[in-house]
C-alpha cells in the first residue's frame, strides 16, 4: 500500500491497518497524548491517543528527519 493510499483510506481503515500490517516500535508520552510509534513498510506512522477521552485522535506519517524523532531515539536502549 502506497503512502498516497493509506492517507485516504477512512480513520478505522488506517486503524485497522496498523494494527494488522505495522509494526509496533516504540511509545512515548507526548503532552495529552500516548503516542505509539509504529512501522508501516518502510514508513513511520504516529498514533495518538488520548486517554483522558478514551480515543485516537490522530494517525499520520512521521519524517524521519523530524524533531519529535528525537523522544522516541531517547526510549530506545542498545546495549
Known amino acids: 500500500m502506497s503512502k498516497e493510499e493509506f492517507t485516504n483510506l477512512p480513520f478505522h481503515k488506517k486503524i485497522n491497518t496498523i494494527y494488522s500490517e505495522g509494526t509496533f516500535v ?38 524521519r528527519d523530524h524533531t519529535r524523532m528525537k523522544f522516541y531515539l531517547d526510549q530506545i536502549k542498545l546495549e
Open 26 to 63: 516504540v511509545g512515548i508520552r507526548y503532552y495529552k497524548h500516548k503516542v505509539n510509534l509504529y512501522l508501516l513498510e518502510n514508513e513511520y506512522v504516529e498514533v495518538f491517543y488520548n486517554h483522558k477521552q478514551d480515543k485516537i485522535d490522530k494517525i499520520d506519517f512521521l519524517p
